[in-house]
């Protein structure tokens, strides 16, 4: 059975998020651009890459399935082939 105490306790949070607009709104990443596989891809690129292929020079898309540590590999921008792993996401995000 509900107390008076915990009736308005509900009342007032209830009050709170639908004057206050709700939850904290969540980061869109729909406008993030679709990556094209195998490219080396900036570090600082903001929107998440999973999974991805890691070298000693970054990170690329992988465009299929694979466990971390599967070996794979990136093209570079001068066309060679550089050797990583797989990794579960970009490093430091």
């Not at 939850?23 to 929107?47: D, G, H, M, R």
């Not at 690329?60 to 070996?71: D, F, K, L, Q, V």
Request: hydrophobic content about 40%; charged content about 5%.
């Amino acid at each position: 059975m509900m107390t008076m105490r915990m009736a308005i306790a509900l009342a007032f949070l209830v009050a709170t998020l639908v004057l206050g607009g709700g939850v904290a709104p969540v980061k869109s990443f729909a406008q993030c651009p679709e990556v094209p596989p195998f490219t080396l891809i900036p570090p600082n690129y903001p929107c998440p890459i999973i999974p991805t292929c890691g070298t000693q020079y970054g990170v690329c898309r992988w465009p299929y399935a694979a466990s971390a540590g599967t070996p794979c590999q990136c093209q570079a921008a001068n066309g060679a082939w550089i050797p990583g792993v797989i990794t579960r996401g970009t490093p430091g995000r």
